[in-house]
C-alpha cells in the first residue's frame, strides 16, 4: 500500500478553471510538500505546511492533519500551470529530508 | 537568484563501471540531499547529509553508495558498480532551514 497517494493521477482542464488536487498520507507527518516537476524533469519546492494554509499567487495549499489530507488548488489556471504536481511527506521522527513522495499528478491546461 | 547545479545533465555508463554525480548547493546551506527517479515511477529519497556526515540513508542506500563533501561547495554521490537498475535521475537538493528545500536539474543516468 501506497503511504501517500494522489488524486486523480491525470488532469485535463480548459484555461481558467479552478483546479484542486488532492493527498492522502496514511503515516503521522511532521510536514507535507508541494512539489511542481515540468516535463524536462526539474523539480521546484511549492509549499510546505505543518497545519493550516498556504496561498502564493494563484496556488493554495491546505492540510488537514486530523484527516491526514491534504489539497493544492489552482485559481485561474494557465497552460504553463501544466506539470506534475508531487506530495511528499515527512514522516514523524524522520530527518527532514527524509520524504516520501505520491505518484504525482499530471496537469494538462488546454489554452 | 541562487540555485543548486549538477553536473552532468546525462550520463552513460557500462555496468560495474563507477560514476560520480555532482552537485553544487547553495552557497550558505547546511543540508544535503539526494533522491532518485526511475523513468515512470516516483521520486525516492536516498540520503540526507548535514555537518560533513549522512544524517539519514534509505534502504536504497546500500554499501555501493557513498556521499562526500570533498570541499566547500561540491556534494558529490557514487555508485561504485553501477547496475542497470541504477538507471534513474538523479536529484540534488539543499536548504538551509526547516523549510524550502530547492532541487538541481538532475543527472540522467543510464547504465547499459
Known amino acids: 500500500k501506497n503511504e501517500v497517494e494522489q488524486s486523480p493521477q491525470n488532469l485535463t482542464a480548459q484555461e481558467g478553471e479552478f483546479i484542486t488536487i488532492n493527498c492522502s498520507y496514511s503515516?503521522?507527518?511532521?510536514?507535507l510538500h508541494w512539489l511542481q516537476q515540468h516535463p524536462g524533469g526539474g523539480i521546484v519546492s511549492l509549499f510546505m505546511?505543518?497545519?493550516g494554509k498556504k496561498k502564493h499567487g494563484r496556488l493554495i495549499a491546505t492540510i488537514n492533519i486530523q484527516e491526514k489530507h491534504s489539497s493544492l488548488h489552482i485559481t485561474a489556471s494557465h497552460p504553463r500551470d501544466s506539470a506534475v504536481y508531487i506530495c511528499?511527506?515527512?514522516?514523524?521522527?524522520?530527518?527532514?529530508?527524509?520524504?516520501?513522495f505520491g505518484k504525482g499528478t499530471k496537469l494538462s491546461v488546454k489554452p | 537568484e541562487p540555485e543548486v547545479t549538477q553536473t552532468p545533465s546525462h550520463q552513460v555508463t557500462q555496468m560495474g563501471q563507477e560514476v560520480i554525480l555532482r552537485c553544487v548547493p547553495i552557497?550558505?546551506?547546511?543540508?544535503f540531499y539526494w533522491y532518485r527517479q526511475i523513468l515512470g515511477q516516483k521520486v525516492e529519497f536516498l540520503v540526507s547529509?548535514?555537518?560533513?556526515?549522512?544524517?539519514?540513508k534509505s534502504e536504497i542506500f546500500d554499501d555501493q553508495f557513498s556521499v562526500e563533501r570533498p570541499d566547500g561547495s561540491n556534494f558529490t554521490l557514487k555508485i561504485r558498480s553501477t547496475k542497470l537498475e541504477d538507471s534513474a535521475m538523479y536529484f540534488c537538493?539543499?536548504?538551509?532551514?526547516?523549510?524550502?528545500?530547492?532541487f538541481g536539474p538532475g543527472t540522467r543516468l543510464l547504465v547499459l
Open positions: 511528499a511527506v515527512r514522516s514523524y521522527g524522520g530527518s527532514q529530508g527524509n520524504l516520501i
Open positions: 503515516v503521522g507527518i511532521s510536514a
Open positions: 505546511l505543518s497545519s
Open positions: 552557497s550558505n546551506h547546511l543540508y
Open positions: 547529509f548535514y555537518n560533513n556526515e549522512i544524517s539519514e
Open positions: 537538493a539543499s536548504n538551509e532551514d526547516l523549510e524550502t528545500q530547492y
